[in-house]
């Protein structure tokens, strides 16, 4: 059945998002509080800075007013940057007349509190203003997704009705949802993911091969899985696509931001070169901070995520943190037994 969606965040990811749903026949309307980025989207069908060579299709609207966006809508698609997820929410909320359903496609960890994007979303929408809450998440790239490239992701939510509804929205034969429950697991892994593809572009930014490619994405996953375990995730969640799926595509894709912030870090430039270079949030510098608030919070070891953080926020050299990261003391391997 057709669906009004209200898409809000017109990023790259929002963009490709509002792209499959529209092609899949929903009204589609995209909100952003940049008027000239609107401007384009209705008037040109492109959104240059995001995605410059996609030709959006005309049947997406852009819409300047929260209000106006929301109408009616049967859901309300949240892909905006974590720090903005609760202001947003809380304008939502002040504006919304009916009761849609809520999903979010955005990944981090919001600062100071350390929540989990649903977790705020649930904080500041009151159960009366929505009838349920589904991430959406997993391996994928707007680039990618924007020319039809095969992409499988999932809809995670506790409620598998309301799971099923968003598998049924987005599905096409290039773009497919598997469906899931554990909704901390797949937000765990989300956020957790871009930290360790900064740490990844780092690795070859210094110039090393293969080797440690590999071993930065094994001991980043068991680093993912021992945090997300102890706030409650199964852990078999992290070998699917929100856990190891998306790492992957996340520490070896030139098109991840994270991985592309590490590679210049490890190339030499400071923290501030590196954002002013990106124009565009790097949601891993942010999570770096929160997750290892949280991890000491918990009581949970995180050395490549400790690393990161100190050379992200206390000017440690990149290259001796290489170097001393390799020199702890040994470890045992295998963290989680499954019977």
């Known amino acids: 059945m057709k669906q009004t969606i209200a898409v809000l965040g017109p990023g790259s990811w929002g963009t490709a998002l509002a792209q499959v749903l529209a092609e899949n026949g929903h009204d589609v309307r995209i909100w952003g509080n940049n008027?000239?980025?609107i401007d384009e989207i209705n008037t040109y069908h492109t959104n240059r800075h995001y995605l410059p060579d996609l030709t959006i299709p005309s049947s997406i609207r852009g819409e300047k007013e929260l209000e106006v966006a929301i109408?009616?809508?049967d859901a309300i698609l949240f892909v905006v940057p974590t720090?903005?997820?609760?202001i947003v929410a809380q304008e939502f909320v002040?504006?919304?007349?009916?009761k849609p359903l809520i999903i979010h496609a955005s990944k981090g960890l919001e600062q100071d509190s350390h929540k989990r994007i649903s977790e705020v979303l649930c904080e500041e929408i009151p159960a009366d203003k929505r009838r349920g809450l589904v991430v959406l998440s997993g391996p994928s790239h707007a680039e990618e997704v924007a020319v039809h490239d095969i992409t499988t992701i999932t809809a995670a939510s506790e409620a598998v009705e309301d799971a099923t509804y968003v598998q049924s929205l987005f599905m096409n034969d290039y773009f497919r949802i598997y469906t899931n429950t554990d909704v901390i697991g797949v937000e765990m892994g989300a956020a957790l993911k871009n930290i360790i593809a900064i740490g990844a572009g780092a690795i070859h930014g210094l110039g090393f091969g293969d080797d440690a490619k590999a071993a930065i994405m094994t001991r980043g996953l068991a680093e993912i899985s021992r945090l997300g375990v102890a706030m409650g995730a199964d852990p078999l969640t992290f070998i699917g696509l929100s856990g190891v799926g998306d790492l992957i595509v996340t520490c070896t894709s030139v098109h991840s931001r994270n991985w592309r912030a590490g590679n210049l870090l490890g190339k030499g430039h400071n923290l501030q070169e590196v954002l002013d270079n990106m124009g565009m949030i790097v949601e891993g510098v942010s999570t770096t901070k929160a997750a290892i608030e949280l991890a000491h919070q918990v009581n949970v070891e995180m050395?490549?995520?400790?690393?990161?953080y100190s050379v992200l926020y206390e000017g440690k050299d990149i290259k001796t943190a290489a170097k001393d990261?390799?020199?702890r003391d040994g470890k045992v391997e295998n963290e989680f037994s499954i019977s």
């Open 83 to 86: 720090k903005a997820i609760r």
């Open 71 to 73: 109408d009616g809508a």
């Open 303 to 308: 050395p490549i995520t400790e690393t990161i």
């Open 325 to 327: 990261i390799m020199l």
């Open 94 to 98: 002040a504006k919304v007349k009916n």
């Open 35 to 37: 008027e000239a980025q």
